[in-house]
């Protein structure tokens, strides 16, 4: 039973330019949440999706968007990217939104902006 | 606002010790609290959860002990072994399903 994956697992941008991350959850979990972690932090939340909608988000700006496909997949989509944006992206995935206690987490994607 | 922090960036304990791992939390609304491990290059794990109607929880080897008086958590480890070095952090969650995370604190086991 394949647990969450990720893809990339790492990469490199410059400022400005748009990057996508990939994630496909634990087989029978239907809800896909983002978090982002800053080397030395704790994962900070930006959004959940559930039914192919966007559920609730954290505190990030429009930059960060995203998309849940049928198969319950996700994308995360960060447009003009900044230095500061520099973390571990993880993707964790839950059987049902309210779940959000038995999350699964992938092993992130690390992005690197210079 | 809502803020989870701990208060041992890292704690080094000898291989059989006790450790234990506190976190402080600032949301008296949350009731579900967790403690997650991420070893180096992987995602957080989840440890041991403890719903705020209790006070204390235990797994193996671990304990988890809340006291909402004080809004206070903590993660207690038996006999501590090298494999238990990783990073551990408390996360809270509301009403609004979304999970709360600390800075996280270093657990150092040595022979």
């Known amino acids: 039973d394949a647990g969450v994956t990720q893809s990339p697992t790492h990469l490199i941008k410059t400022r400005g330019q748009q990057v996508t991350l990939r994630c496909s959850p634990k087989s029978g979990h239907d809800t896909v949440s983002w978090y982002q972690q800053a080397l030395g932090q704790g994962p900070q939340f930006i959004f959940q999706?559930?039914?192919?909608?966007?559920?609730q988000r954290g505190n990030f700006p429009d930059r960060f968007s995203g998309h849940q496909f049928p198969n319950y997949s996700s994308e995360l989509n960060v447009n003009a990217l900044l230095l500061g944006d520099s973390a571990l992206y993880l993707c964790?995935?839950?059987?049902?939104?309210?779940?959000?206690?038995?999350?699964?987490f992938g092993e992130g994607s690390r992005l690197t902006v210079l | 606002g809502e803020s989870v922090g701990l208060h041992l960036p890292t704690l080094s304990v000898q291989e059989g010790d006790n450790s234990i791992i506190n976190c402080a939390y600032s949301n008296s609304a949350s009731d579900y609290f967790i403690w997650y491990k991420q070893e180096s290059g992987k995602g957080p794990q989840f440890i041991i959860d403890?719903?705020?109607?209790?006070d204390k929880r235990q797994g193996q080897r671990v304990t988890v002990l809340l006291n909402k008086t004080v809004k206070h958590l903590s993660l207690q480890i038996a006999a501590t072994q090298p494999g238990d070095s990783a990073v551990y952090f408390c996360?809270?969650?509301?009403?609004?399903?979304?999970?709360?995370f600390g800075t996280g604190t270093r657990l150092q086991v040595f022979p």
């Open positions: 999706y559930y039914e192919e909608e966007e559920r």
């Open positions: 403890i719903r705020s109607n209790m």
């Open positions: 964790a995935s839950s059987l049902a939104p309210q779940n959000t206690g038995e999350l699964f």
């Open positions: 996360a809270e969650k509301d009403h609004t399903d979304k999970l709360i």
